[in-house]
């Protein structure tokens, strides 16, 4: 007959007054770790001692009890205690729960002390976020529970928002089939459905990243930096019903909009309105639109325009402000840490001096009526107003006058070349009307031949003097590229300004557009707006100013696009004339030592790798990364291998090959000059950082 296991006898549990517990020297606690004293001395006074204390008697000399514990388990607790006493919070002799354990213990005290805190086991995350839920739902309010567990409420909500995550991937987690970073990228989205299917879609990916996981989720949103967000307003936005999404783990920029449809209505609403206050100043036709094509204002021509001069208070104040600015500047130009005071008000001294310093622009109204202006969206989100074009089709043709009507005559000859009684002269009619004496002019021939030989003379004369030939140049340049529609000038070297045939949208935001416009509009500003008054101008600037404006110029008329050739040939462009422009491109780029990365360009999946073929992306991939890249990502669906291909890419100053200078480009994902070598199999893919394999 077996015999039965002894029955397990625990130590009882009894209050015992403070003033007779003291600390064991067992204890094997030594370091400071985790919760405070203050901390846990807070808790015990709200909530009560939720843990006994685990203590053993003292003995005298003969092994009696003295009536006194020791406490070689619970030592934090037992401080904790005294700190409330000497707080006057606790009474010195108040009873304590203990579990006493024998004096006479074949188990020693610091096994008890280790073994205490050796097997307990903290809660896993789940049960945290749950738990905080639950008090949620028993209308605890954030702020409360945040005070309760020291703690901040950014955090409590991100644990409401780990809570809020499908239950299914709550069992994953807790599973361990899925990471706290993955957990908390899908806190972006709030629909499960949603947050299941990017799951589902991912399941047999290598690539699970936190990273990757977010733009599944936010592929269909617009961020909240986008520059129509910033048009509209993002209360507005929320005002009409729309949502956003927001990421609580990692810095989202606002968040992301997630109804683009009621965003895109919401901007043309708002660009209708502006466009139809703009129309209200007087102007014949207003176009808007959130992007303008590249150079929309090449053919139109500029009416005149003047500034509205400043007041004499106004000028005082832009003085003060720039003594201000001035100031601030000396005073605080060497220190490291400067002030957020000291910043915003520098800020709000450029912001009130450029309100100042940008005039309105005053137009006849006579000439608004046939001119125009175009709304459009800058960068920043505010409104781009400009004002004074005439369109091509309403600008008067030469021979005719402004209301398109001719100023010759029926036989075609103008009514200068009409007697007072509307006959014709005749330059070579010597038997005419005109009285004995009268003198006539020269034969056309005569005056042809004449002015042929001045013309040796005068280009003689240029050639002999390099500065009034750069500034005959010059001239012909800055008419060409700032008065479209001037024709006097002799020097007949064409200023050709470049428009591109098939424009990419967003050309006009990129960093070298954009300091262009500035380049312009500093030099637009400053020249005559008169086209008879610039060859005076330009006889005034030095030959720094002089330089710098022919540079400007000529770089507008530089063209290194390779333009679709249409199949039927236009007379326009050629194959053969497109291939002589890129070859000289090349050689202009060596000899400036163009760098189209550090201009600011990148591969994106949306302006490069999506309008490029799978193959495409997985050469372009193992060219920059290395072949080992490719074949990671090559199973995918082309939308998800083209947004992947723009994160591996990322890092490195890969280009495609349109855009690379031979000789100058190299392929180099380290930094070096050597490109990468390609083998059969795809190549060494170095130090990627690649999506990791599932197991």
């Known amino acids: 007959m077996a015999k039965s296991l002894p029955k397990i006898t625990l130590a009882p549990s009894r209050d015992i007054p403070l003033d007779r517990l003291r600390l064991s020297q067992a204890n094997v606690r030594r370091v400071k770790a985790g919760v405070s004293l203050d901390t846990l001395a807070a808790d015990i006074a709200r909530r009560g001692l939720l843990q006994s204390l685990n203590v053993r008697p003292l003995l005298d000399g003969e092994g009696q009890e003295t009536g006194q514990f020791e406490i070689p388990a619970g030592g934090r607790r037992f401080r904790a205690l005294e700190l409330l006493v000497k707080q006057k919070r606790l009474a010195k002799d108040?009873?304590?729960?203990?579990?006493?354990?024998?004096?006479?213990?074949?188990?020693?005290?610091?096994?008890?002390?280790?073994?205490?805190?050796?097997?307990?086991?903290?809660?896993?995350?789940?049960?945290?976020?749950?738990?905080?839920?639950?008090?949620?739902?028993?209308?605890?309010?954030?702020?409360?529970?945040?005070?309760?567990?020291?703690?901040?409420?950014?955090?409590?909500?991100?644990?409401?928002?780990?809570?809020?995550?499908?239950?299914?991937?709550?069992?994953?987690?807790?599973?361990?089939?899925?990471?706290?970073?993955?957990?908390?990228?899908?806190?972006?989205?709030?629909?499960?459905?949603?947050?299941?299917?990017?799951w589902e879609q991912l399941e047999h990916s290598f690539n699970k990243s936190a990273t990757w996981i977010r733009q599944k989720l936010?592929?269909?949103?617009?961020?909240?930096?986008?520059?129509?967000?910033?048009?509209?307003?993002?209360?507005?936005?929320?005002?009409?019903?729309?949502?956003?999404?927001?990421?609580?783990?990692?810095?989202?920029?606002?968040?992301?909009?997630?109804?683009?449809?009621?965003?895109?209505?919401?901007?043309?609403?708002?660009l209708k309105a502006e466009g139809a206050r703009i129309l209200a100043?007087?102007?014949?036709?207003?176009?808007?639109?959130?992007?303008?094509?590249?150079?929309?204002?090449?053919?139109?021509?500029?009416?005149?325009?003047?500034?509205?001069?400043?007041?004499?208070?106004?000028?005082?104040?832009?003085?003060?402000?720039?003594?201000?600015?001035?100031?601030?500047?000396?005073?605080?130009?060497?220190?490291?840490?400067?002030?957020?005071?000291?910043?915003?008000?520098?800020?709000?001294?450029?912001?009130?001096?450029?309100?100042?310093?940008?005039?309105p622009l005053i137009f006849k109204a006579e000439?608004?009526?046939?001119?125009?202006?175009?709304?459009?969206?800058?960068?920043?989100?505010?409104?781009?107003?400009?004002?004074?074009?005439?369109?091509?089709?309403?600008?008067?043709?030469?021979?005719?006058?402004?209301?398109?009507?001719?100023?010759?005559?029926?036989?075609?000859?103008?009514?200068?070349?009409?007697?007072?009684?509307?006959?014709?002269?005749?330059?070579?009619?010597?038997?005419?009307?005109?009285?004995?004496?009268?003198?006539?002019?020269?034969?056309?021939?005569?005056?042809?031949?004449?002015?042929?030989?001045?013309?040796?003379?005068?280009?003689?004369?240029?050639?002999?003097d390099p500065a009034l030939a750069f500034a005959a140049v010059l001239h012909v340049l800055v008419l060409g590229c700032f008065y479209s529609f001037s024709r006097e000038c002799c020097v007949q070297i064409a200023a050709n300004r470049v428009s591109f045939s098939n424009a990419p949208s967003g050309l006009r935001d990129c960093a070298p557009a954009q300091a262009l416009d500035a380049r312009a509009a500093a030099w637009k500003a400053r020249l005559p707006q008169s086209d008879k008054e610039l060859w005076s101008f330009l006889l005034t600037l030095d030959g720094e100013?002089?330089?710098?404006?022919?540079?400007?110029?000529?770089?507008?008329?530089?063209?290194?696009?390779?333009?679709?050739?249409?199949?039927?040939?236009?007379?326009?462009i050629s194959a053969h004339g497109v291939e002589r422009r890129i070859a000289h491109s090349h050689v202009l780029a060596l000899a400036a030592g163009l760098d189209v990365h550090g201009a600011g360009w990148r591969p994106t999946a949306e302006g490069y790798f999506s309008n490029v073929t799978k193959p495409q992306i997985l050469a372009d991939v193992a060219e920059a990364r290395g072949g080992e890249a490719a074949r990671m990502i090559g199973h995918l669906k082309k939308a998800d291998i083209a947004r992947e291909a723009e994160r591996l890419v990322a890092e490195t100053t890969w280009l495609p090959a349109p855009m690379r200078t031979p000789g100058l480009d190299r392929i180099d994902p380290d930094g070096g000059e050597t490109a990468v070598p390609i083998d059969a199999d795809g190549g060494d893919p170095g130090d990627a950082e690649l999506p990791v394999a599932a197991e």
């Open 545 to 572: 100013e002089q330089s710098q404006l022919l540079a400007h110029c000529a770089s507008l008329c530089v063209n290194a696009q390779a333009e679709v050739v249409p199949k039927y040939d236009n007379g326009r």
């Open 94 to 198: 108040a009873p304590i729960p203990c579990v006493v354990g024998g004096a006479a213990n074949d188990i020693l005290a610091e096994e008890d002390s280790l073994a205490e805190n050796s097997f307990r086991q903290a809660l896993h995350p789940l049960d945290e976020f749950r738990a905080m839920q639950a008090m949620v739902d028993k209308e605890a309010g954030i702020e409360e529970i945040a005070a309760h567990f020291h703690t901040t409420p950014a955090a409590v909500r991100q644990r409401l928002k780990l809570a809020g995550v499908s239950p299914k991937l709550h069992a994953l987690y807790a599973e361990e089939a899925m990471t706290l970073d993955q957990l908390m990228a899908f806190t972006i989205a709030d629909d499960h459905a949603r947050q299941e299917e990017v």
């Open 367 to 464: 000439e608004m009526a046939t001119a125009g202006a175009f709304v459009s969206i800058d960068r920043d989100g505010s409104v781009r107003v400009e004002r004074g074009f005439v369109k091509p089709e309403h600008q008067p043709r030469e021979g005719l006058g402004d209301d398109g009507a001719s100023e010759a005559g029926d036989d075609g000859r103008s009514s200068a070349d009409r007697s007072d009684d509307g006959a014709a002269k005749s330059q070579d009619d010597a038997s005419g009307t005109e009285e004995p004496g009268a003198l006539l002019p020269l034969p056309d021939r005569l005056v042809s031949d004449l002015t042929a030989w001045r013309t040796l003379a005068l280009q003689d004369r240029v050639a002999q």
């Open 281 to 359: 100043e007087g102007w014949k036709w207003v176009t808007t639109a959130i992007d303008l094509p590249w150079d929309a204002t090449r053919g139109f021509r500029e009416i005149d325009r003047e500034e509205v001069a400043l007041t004499e208070a106004e000028a005082a104040r832009v003085a003060e402000l720039e003594a201000e600015g001035e100031e601030l500047g000396d005073e605080w130009a060497d220190v490291h840490d400067v002030p957020d005071e000291v910043h915003a008000r520098i800020e709000a001294i450029d912001a009130e001096l450029g309100a100042l310093v940008d005039r």
């Open 218 to 270: 936010t592929e269909n949103s617009v961020r909240a930096g986008d520059k129509r967000v910033g048009f509209v307003g993002l209360d507005t936005y929320l005002e009409a019903g729309g949502s956003i999404a927001r990421d609580l783990f990692e810095a989202d920029g606002g968040g992301w909009l997630t109804d683009p449809a009621l965003l895109d209505r919401l901007v043309d609403a708002k």
